[in-house]
Each structure stands twice: as structure tokens, then as C-alpha cells.
């Protein structure tokens, strides 16, 4: 294979490219926790493809069911005929996933992308209630085609559809503002108050824990509140869980122990365990009430992509995966604390839960400098919210404490060298 240096992508990729532009390196190959370039430098992962790749990259065992099936001359492409291989992935997803929590949903396969499993969502919300509006939050991030924007907060995003985006009304999320309000008491407000000005929606839409906006964690009372508002507006509740879903946030399925039971739950990202595109909607069957092909898509049955996700669900099979998550996960807390202890020039503040966690510094700039130099190091990280003002990190649920070990000692080298020559804000 031809080596290519970044020039190529300069003269011949549009401009809209953007982690090209964070990693400047051209990529070769990766295993596990790290990847390497043409130069055959190494480096740690702590992106874990956003959040598409919980399982580290090129998993072992997925990648010899993957291989497995292509040489057999397996289906690669059926629309949403059945296949062996999505059958497969039904009864393993049922029997190891949604059985033991005792849940249960219909499964929808939409376009294998995240903005897909939206769409269909809150699509289908409108059909189900015959209402058009949708209450989303502030600082969610829900993907990029029209409706998915039309709940995205993000505003630089937003002015990127061209048109007006209309029929949401955008809500503050848990502790937007302040601890002091109470924002399930304002939107209860706007709801009851017929001069609010606010319709009943057909969907809330939200993230329990916000990536792109922030890595802000919804608390679990905040979570269970909202949810009895829904159910006392007959309003369908919707949870994206894109990309805080499949164990990112400790549980597989991210509001786990705040006890929610949401009428539509959208994964994407890690759901196909290897990097493949996938995308599930699911949905309680009493809400299941499509007409045959009223919401398709040439690539909703994308078979290779079961073969792997079908694979995957095994780590779930045994509950150590998920105590050594929560373990690793108070690992990475506590590295965090004490980075903001040591370091008072970030005037940080540590967001998330599980292995979706960061430091926000109100620190112009320093957030972005951080992963930066952390990638000169060896390490790729990205940053997250409005103003990039969070360096996030999302390593994958696999990693070794050693893996965990070395990451974190180049953000914490990252950090010393930097926090000096930036200014603090005061409090």
C-alpha cells in the first residue's frame, strides 16, 4: 500500500473534514487500546471512534466471526429481508440484554446511523400521539440531518441546516442554569400553564449524559422526574443513548439504575461491537405501529454488522465484564479529582459518569491545548461543549489498568506543561 502524507486529504478532501484536523497523522492500523501511523508511531486511544468502539479496535473474536462469514460467501446486504445473521442477533440481543432487565421492546433496524435511529424515533412519536412539537434540552447533541438537528443544541451546528428549525421547544437540562432551579418544576410549568405559550409535545428527547455538549450527567431523581412528567402527559419519552449506551456509562443501557423504562431507546455507535455501522431503534410494542416500509432504508440490514454485534453481547454475558467497567470507571474518577486537586490553574471541574468523563476549565482555550499536546504525546483525546472547554475521556471499556496507567500519565504531563502558561479565571 502507498504511503500518502496529509496532503491528499488538503487538496482532494472537502473542507468539512474536522478529526483530521485535531490528529494530524496519517493512520495504518490498530489493535486494542492503541493505534499506530505510516511512521509507526504508537499511540493510546482514549476516542475510542467517539464512542463507536467500546470494545477497542479489531477485537479478536469479532474479527474471526467477521472473517468467518465473508469467506463463507455470507450475505453482506438484504435490506430488511430476514437473514440468519440478523436472527442471530435477535435472539442474543432478547435473551442476553433486554430478558434479564426485563424489558420489553421491538426492535427496529433503521439506517445503521445514529441521526437514523433519531429520526425513526421521533418520527414515529409523532404518528403515536398525532401531535407535532418535541421538548429537547439544552446542550444535547442528537445528529446531523434535519430533525435530528432540528433537537440538537449546538448552535454553530444548527445554522449548518440552512433552513429554520422548527416544531421543538428546547428545555434546560439538569443544572443548566444553577443548582438553585429546579428545572423539572419549570418545565412542569410550561407544560400545566395553558398561557405558557408551550403545547404538549409528542417527545422528550435527551441524553442522560450529554457527550458533545459537555459530558453533563443527568442526575438519576432528575431522570426519574422527567419521566413521571411523560407519563403524566402521555408525552413518549425518548432516551438517546447513541452514544452513551452499550456500557459506556457503566450499564449497558445508560439510565439502568435510575430505574427509567423509556418508550423508545436509539443506540447506534458500539452496538455492532467492531466498529461497523448499526443502528437499533427500540420501541414498546404497544408504540409499534409502523405500516410495512413506512420508514426504510437501503442499509438497514447491514448482516456483517450482526455478525459482530451478535458476538459482542458475549461480554455481557458475564457479570465481571461489567464489575471490572465500575471499577476501571472509579479509577478514571479518581485520577480526574485529583488532577483538578493538583492543578487549581485549571479552575476544573470533573463531568460525567462511567467511561464517559472529562474536566471542564473555563480556561480559554486550555481544553483544546490539553488534548493537543496530549496527541504530540501519544495519546488521542478529544474535547467536547460548546466552547470545546472539556477535554474528554472515552478509552475503551477493555483497556487494561496498565493501558489506563500510561494514558493517564501523559494527560497529567499534558496538563503540568500547559496550565502555566494560561491565565485562570476567577470563580
Given at each position: 500500500m502507498?504511503?500518502?502524507?496529509?496532503?491528499?486529504?488538503?487538496?482532494?478532501?472537502?473542507?468539512?473534514?474536522?478529526?483530521?484536523?485535531?490528529?494530524?497523522?496519517?493512520?495504518?492500523?490498530?489493535?486494542?487500546?492503541?493505534m499506530w501511523d505510516i511512521d509507526g508511531k504508537e499511540y493510546i486511544d482514549?476516542?475510542?471512534?467517539?464512542?463507536?468502539?467500546?470494545?477497542?479496535?479489531?477485537?479478536?473474536?469479532?474479527?474471526?466471526?467477521?472473517?468467518?462469514?465473508?469467506?463463507?460467501?455470507?450475505?453482506?446486504?438484504?435490506?430488511?429481508?430476514?437473514?440468519?445473521?440478523?436472527?442471530?442477533?435477535?435472539?442474543?440481543?432478547?435473551?442476553?440484554?433486554?430478558?434479564?432487565?426485563?424489558?420489553?421492546?421491538?426492535?427496529?433496524?433503521?439506517?445503521?446511523?445514529?441521526?437514523?435511529?433519531?429520526?425513526s424515533a421521533l418520527k414515529l412519536a409523532r404518528k403515536v400521539t398525532g401531535r407535532t412539537n418535541v421538548i429537547s434540552f439544552t446542550n444535547g447533541f442528537h445528529g446531523m440531518t434535519i430533525g435530528s438537528l432540528s433537537v440538537t443544541g449546538n448552535s454553530s451546528?444548527?445554522?449548518?441546516?440552512?433552513?429554520?428549525?422548527q416544531h421543538v421547544v428546547t428545555m434546560p437540562y439538569d443544572n443548566f442554569v444553577s443548582e438553585k432551579l429546579d428545572t423539572v418544576e419549570y418545565l412542569d410549568r410550561f407544560l400545566e400553564d395553558n398561557g405558557s405559550g408551550v403545547e404538549i409535545p409528542a417527545a422528550m428527547i435527551l441524553e442522560t449524559v450529554q457527550g458533545e455538549g459537555g459530558i453533563n450527567a443527568a442526575s438519576f431523581e432528575w431522570l426519574r422526574r422527567i419521566e413521571a412528567i411523560c407519563q403524566r402527559w402521555g408525552i413518549i419519552l425518548i432516551i438517546d443513548d447513541v452514544q452513551a449506551g452499550v456500557g459506556r456509562t457503566g450499564t449497558f443501557f445508560s439510565f439502568e439504575k435510575a430505574g427509567i423504562k423509556p418508550d423508545i431507546v436509539c443506540l447506534s455507535k458500539s452496538?455492532?461491537?467492531?466498529?461497523?455501522?448499526?443502528?437499533?431503534?427500540?420501541?414498546?410494542?404497544?408504540l409499534d405501529i409502523w405500516n410495512p416500509g413506512e420508514h426504510n432504508g437501503t442499509f438497514r440490514g447491514n448482516n456483517p454488522a450482526f455478525i459482530t454485534a451478535t458476538e459482542a453481547l458475549t461480554y455481557w454475558e458475564d457479570e465481571s465484564f461489567e464489575k471490572s467497567i465500575a471499577e476501571k470507571s472509579e479509577k478514571i474518577t479518581e485520577f480526574l479529582n485529583q488532577i483538578v486537586d493538583k492543578y487549581p490553574e485549571l479552575n476544573g471541574e470533573v463531568?460525567?459518569?462511567?467511561?464517559?468523563?472529562?474536566?471542564?476549565?473555563?480556561?480559554?482555550?486550555?481544553?483544546?491545548?490539553?488534548?493537543?499536546?496530549?496527541?504530540?504525546?501519544?495519546?488521542?483525546?478529544?474535547?467536547?461543549?460548546?466552547?470545546?472547554?472539556?477535554?474528554k475521556l472515552f478509552p475503551p471499556l477493555t483497556i487494561s489498568h496498565e493501558g489506563l496507567e500510561k494514558g493517564f500519565k501523559v494527560i497529567e504531563e499534558s496538563v503540568r506543561s500547559l496550565v502555566s502558561t494560561k491565565q485562570p479565571i476567577a470563580n
Open positions: 502507498v504511503n500518502h502524507d496529509l496532503k491528499i486529504f488538503e487538496e482532494l478532501e472537502s473542507n468539512v473534514r474536522s478529526y483530521v484536523r485535531s490528529f494530524p497523522t496519517v493512520f495504518k492500523k490498530a489493535k486494542g487500546y492503541k482514549f476516542f475510542s471512534g467517539a464512542g463507536a468502539l467500546n470494545y477497542g479496535h479489531n477485537d479478536e473474536k469479532m474479527k474471526q466471526k467477521l472473517v468467518e462469514y465473508i469467506l463463507s460467501d455470507g450475505i453482506t446486504h438484504s435490506l430488511d429481508m430476514a437473514s440468519e445473521a440478523k436472527a442471530s442477533f435477535l435472539k442474543k440481543f432478547n435473551d442476553v440484554i433486554l430478558k434479564p432487565r426485563g424489558m420489553n421492546y421491538k426492535v427496529m433496524f433503521p439506517g445503521p446511523t445514529g441521526t437514523n435511529t433519531v429520526e451546528k444548527r445554522k449548518g441546516a440552512g433552513i429554520p428549525l452496538i455492532s461491537g467492531y466498529g461497523l455501522p448499526l443502528a437499533l431503534t427500540l420501541i414498546k410494542p404497544e463531568k460525567g459518569r462511567g467511561f464517559m468523563q472529562g474536566i471542564s476549565t473555563p480556561v480559554e482555550g486550555l481544553a483544546s491545548d490539553i488534548a493537543a499536546k496530549a496527541f504530540e504525546s501519544g495519546l488521542i483525546m478529544e474535547t467536547a461543549g460548546p466552547e470545546d472547554e472539556v477535554f
